[in-house]
């Protein structure tokens, strides 16, 4: 073996970079983030080539003085913190020292920079941080850090870089994501000579200042369809903006938090907010968000990551209860307005027979009237006070026909392993009658996996049928996502999804898979962009298929929340019979539940 040996800084500082370094975004963060802890007003990011031939960060902060333009490229050389203690109590975004002499040891890289007390500038050059080079320049007040040729001296690394579309959405997003969090400075990004942000530092930090860079990240929909979240826990403050339950995407992908500034992603956090829609969504949606938390420094520790992209809490249960609670809160004043009503018209709807029938149904005597009372109700629920008028005065013959037709269900389809459905719970389940129990059934999440299925095997066997829209649908999308998806659209045809460019900042789907029978396209299509963003380089072309389909099979199902009608729903249940994997939806979850007599008798006898 060799002998043990130092490595030479250089290569240390490669080796860091692997790290903290993943893509050209990266390099963009660190100067962001360097520009805010030195208290930039204005910050000028140039980029060429998507940050790989050019990276320009220029600022109006503090600057470094002469002899600190060499110490800052040494590792772990930092200004912001001296002990230990520091450690526990981090008021910057950097702390760790590491990112200059990472980023200049992989790049031909050039700082200069000047401070309020200098008459003049200096500058430090350097290929790979082997030589350093120091001399006079130019400069206002504050610092240009430059970096080209980024990984020229590490190709291996430069071929893991995705395309250099996906690479200046990355830094797009980047500069967008760390402008939301500091309304009070102006960012510019300037891609290959053209100007794609721009936004004014705002005057103060109202929740007001932050939506026109909200708007720019999330879209102007984000912002209509979105309520403010306000609340604090001890001394912890949370602010920003959710989407209501009916306003969500498909992946998580557009959950924005921050933790004193500093953008994170954290499980804990981002269960809060998912247990703060539970029962407002279904389990495989997502709000989009952007949710800023402001904590004692000294109750985090932000030293657990390279990129800083996660922290530790010291109490995690406060931290959760401050998002779900807060969260919750608004979520609560707000479904009131929109969904009072129907429960009031439903409630009014049960008192007539409250003592008669339904008292009977709770007991042990399970009659179908009483399931069929449940279930009127619940149809009930979803339509206007005129049509309840209606419901109330149906002539008693009308109830004995609905009554007729469970019985005559249960006759038909007892046998069947899923039995014969019987009533509907919610809209969104099925209760079906077994010979030796009972089957409660998920309707969204089996009729998702049937056209899932259904949809593979199309596919496997060659081009799905599509079916042509009337008049095609006009997408607008912002130009990376609109590559995302065009990138796409030779295999999303082969789904049966046609897509063309349509101008400079729209598409225009011209037909839909014909199995899904979708009459609102645009959800699907936007759904379909996160899910390429997501999954897009990464996984193999199978499994892209895979999650696209998913995608498509969750639009084109039947919703919870739909009225089905017992046909409807004994067709629904002998298909979920027939077809492969349907115990399971596409994310793994139960799609029914069954329960023997013996389970039932466990229940209440024990
Ligand atoms: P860290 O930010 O973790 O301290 P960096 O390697 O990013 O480490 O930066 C090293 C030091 O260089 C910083 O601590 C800071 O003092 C100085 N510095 C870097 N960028 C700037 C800038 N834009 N303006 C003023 N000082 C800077
Ligand atoms: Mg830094």
Same mark, same amino acid.
């Given at each position: 073996?060799?002998?043990? /040996?130092?490595?030479?800084?250089?290569?240390?500082?490669?080796?860091?970079?692997?790290?903290?370094?993943?893509?050209?975004?990266?390099?963009?963060?660190?100067?962001?983030?360097?520009?805010?802890?030195?208290?930039? %007003?204005?910050?000028?990011?140039?980029?060429?080539?998507?940050?790989?031939?050019?990276?320009?960060?220029?600022?109006?902060?503090?600057?470094?003085?002469?002899?600190?333009?060499?110490?800052?490229?040494?590792?772990?050389?930092?200004?912001?913190?001296?002990?230990?203690?520091?450690?526990?109590?981090?008021?910057?975004?950097?702390?760790?020292?590491?990112?200059?002499?990472?980023?200049?040891?992989?790049?031909?890289?050039?700082?200069?920079?000047?401070?309020?007390?200098?008459?003049?500038?200096?500058?430090?050059?350097?290929?790979?941080?082997?030589?350093?080079?120091? %001399?006079?320049?130019?400069? %206002?007040?504050?610092?240009?850090?430059?970096?080209?040729?980024?990984?020229?001296?590490?190709?291996?690394?430069?071929?893991?870089?995705?395309?250099?579309?996906?690479?200046?959405?990355?830094?797009?997003?980047?500069?967008?994501?760390?402008?939301?969090? $500091?309304? =009070?400075?102006?960012?510019?990004?300037?891609?290959?000579?053209?100007?794609?942000?721009?936004?004014?530092?705002?005057?103060?930090?109202?929740?007001?200042?932050?939506?026109?860079?909200?708007?720019?990240?999330?879209? %102007?929909?984000?912002?209509?369809?979105?309520?403010?979240?306000?609340?604090?826990?001890?001394?912890?403050?949370?602010?920003?903006?959710?989407?209501?339950?009916?306003?969500?995407?498909?992946?998580?992908?557009?959950?924005?938090?921050?933790?004193?500034?500093?953008?994170?992603?954290?499980?804990?956090?981002?269960?809060?907010?998912?247990?703060?829609? /539970?029962?407002?969504?279904?389990?495989?949606?997502?709000?989009?968000?952007?949710?800023?938390?402001?904590?004692?420094?000294?109750?985090?520790?932000?030293?657990?990551?390279?990129?800083?992209?996660?922290?530790?809490?010291?109490?995690?249960?406060?931290?959760?209860?401050?998002?779900?609670?807060?969260?919750?809160?608004?979520?609560?004043?707000?479904?009131?307005?929109?969904?009072?009503?129907?429960?009031?018209?439903?409630?009014?709807?049960?008192?007539?027979?409250?003592?008669?029938?339904?008292?009977?149904?709770?007991?042990?005597?399970?009659?179908?009237?009483?399931?069929?009372?449940?279930?009127?109700?619940?149809?009930?629920?979803?339509?206007?006070?005129?049509?309840?008028?209606?419901?109330?005065?149906?002539?008693?013959?009308?109830?004995?026909?609905?009554?007729?037709?469970?019985?005559?269900?249960?006759?038909?389809?007892?046998?069947?392993?899923?039995?014969?459905?019987?009533?509907?719970?919610?809209?969104?389940?099925?209760?079906?009658?077994?010979?030796?129990?009972?089957?409660?059934?998920?309707? /969204?999440?089996?009729?998702?996996?049937?056209?899932?299925?259904?949809?593979?095997?199309?596919?496997?066997?060659?081009?799905?049928?599509?079916?042509?829209?009337?008049?095609?649908?006009?997408?607008?999308?912002?130009?990376?996502? =609109?590559?995302?998806?065009?990138?796409?659209?030779?295999?999303?045809?082969?789904?049966?999804?046609?897509?063309?460019?349509?101008?400079?900042?729209?598409?225009?789907?011209?037909?839909?898979?014909?199995?899904?029978?979708?009459?609102?396209?645009?959800? =699907?299509?936007?759904?379909?962009?996160?899910?390429?963003?997501?999954?897009?380089?990464?996984?193999?072309?199978?499994?892209?298929?895979?999650?696209?389909?998913?995608?498509?099979?969750?639009?084109?199902?039947?919703?919870?929340?739909?009225? =089905?009608?017992?046909?409807?729903?004994?067709?629904?249940?002998?298909?979920?019979?027939?077809?492969?994997?349907?115990?399971?939806? $596409?994310?793994?979850?139960?799609?029914?539940?069954?329960?023997?007599?013996?389970?039932?008798?466990?229940?209440?006898?024990?």
């Amino acid at each position: 073996m060799p002998k043990v /040996h130092v490595l030479p800084d250089y290569l240390a500082n490669q080796i860091a970079a692997g790290e903290v370094i993943e893509r050209p975004a990266s390099v963009v963060k660190e100067l962001i983030e360097n520009s805010i802890d030195a208290d930039a %007003k204005n910050i000028i990011v140039i980029v060429e080539n998507a940050g790989i031939d050019k990276i320009s960060v220029t600022d109006d902060g503090t600057g470094l003085e002469k002899d600190d333009l060499l110490t800052c490229l040494k590792r772990h050389a930092t200004s912001k913190i001296s002990a230990t203690e520091d450690l526990f109590n981090i008021l910057s975004l950097g702390f760790r020292g590491e990112a200059l002499p990472s980023i200049a040891s992989i790049s031909r890289f050039k700082i200069t920079s000047r401070t309020k007390d200098d008459d003049s500038a200096w500058a430090v050059e350097t290929e790979g941080a082997k030589d350093f080079n120091l %001399k006079p320049a130019s400069h %206002k007040i504050g610092t240009t850090i430059q970096v080209s040729d980024l990984f020229f001296n590490t190709p291996a690394r430069r071929k893991f870089l995705k395309s250099a579309r996906a690479e200046q959405s990355a830094i797009q997003d980047m500069v967008t994501k760390t402008a939301i969090a $500091n309304p =009070m400075i102006s960012f510019k990004l300037i891609a290959d000579g053209k100007e794609k942000i721009n936004f004014f530092g705002s005057q103060s930090e109202t929740l007001e200042d932050y939506l026109p860079r909200l708007g720019q990240l999330l879209g %102007k929909d984000f912002v209509k369809n979105s309520v403010a979240v306000e609340g604090s826990l001890d001394n912890m403050q949370i602010f920003g903006f959710t989407t209501l339950p009916t306003f969500n995407l498909g992946l998580g992908t557009k959950q924005f938090m921050f933790v004193n500034g500093r953008p994170v992603k954290d499980r804990l956090m981002l269960a809060a907010l998912k247990q703060a829609y /539970h029962d407002r969504m279904a389990r495989n949606r997502y709000p989009i968000c952007v949710l800023f938390i402001d904590v004692p420094p000294k109750s985090i520790d932000v030293n657990v990551h390279p990129a800083k992209a996660e922290i530790r809490f010291k109490n995690n249960r406060d931290v959760f209860s401050l998002i779900h609670n807060s969260v919750k809160k608004v979520l609560d004043s707000h479904s009131r307005d929109t969904t009072q009503k129907a429960t009031d018209d439903a409630v009014a709807y049960f008192k007539p027979e409250a003592s008669g029938q339904l008292g009977g149904f709770g007991v042990s005597n399970y009659s179908t009237g009483g399931v069929k009372e449940v279930r009127s109700a619940n149809i009930a629920m979803g339509k206007s006070s005129f049509e309840f008028q209606q419901k109330i005065e149906l002539p008693p013959e009308a109830r004995t026909a609905e009554q007729e037709k469970i019985l005559s269900s249960v006759e038909n389809n007892a046998e069947y392993p899923l039995g014969a459905a019987v009533a509907q719970v919610h809209n969104t389940y099925i209760v079906a009658q077994t010979a030796d129990g009972m089957i409660l059934l998920d309707q /969204h999440a089996a009729h998702e996996r049937i056209v899932y299925e259904k949809m593979k095997s199309q596919i496997l066997g060659s081009q799905a049928e599509t079916q042509n829209l009337l008049i095609p649908e006009i997408i607008e999308l912002n130009e990376f996502d =609109m590559g995302v998806i065009l990138e796409r659209n030779e295999d999303l045809a082969k789904f049966g999804l046609d897509i063309e460019q349509f101008g400079e900042t729209a598409i225009a789907v011209r037909s839909t898979p014909a199995l899904l029978g979708i009459k609102s396209v645009k959800p =699907m299509v936007l759904d379909l962009v996160e899910e390429l963003k997501a999954y897009g380089n990464i996984t193999s072309l199978t499994t892209k298929i895979e999650h696209v389909l998913a995608t498509m099979a969750c639009h084109g199902s039947i919703r919870a929340g739909r009225t =089905m009608t017992v046909e409807d729903m004994n067709a629904l249940l002998r298909q979920v019979e027939e077809t492969d994997n349907t115990a399971q939806c $596409n994310h793994g979850r139960p799609t029914y539940v069954k329960l023997s007599k013996t389970d039932l008798e466990k229940l209440f006898y024990r």
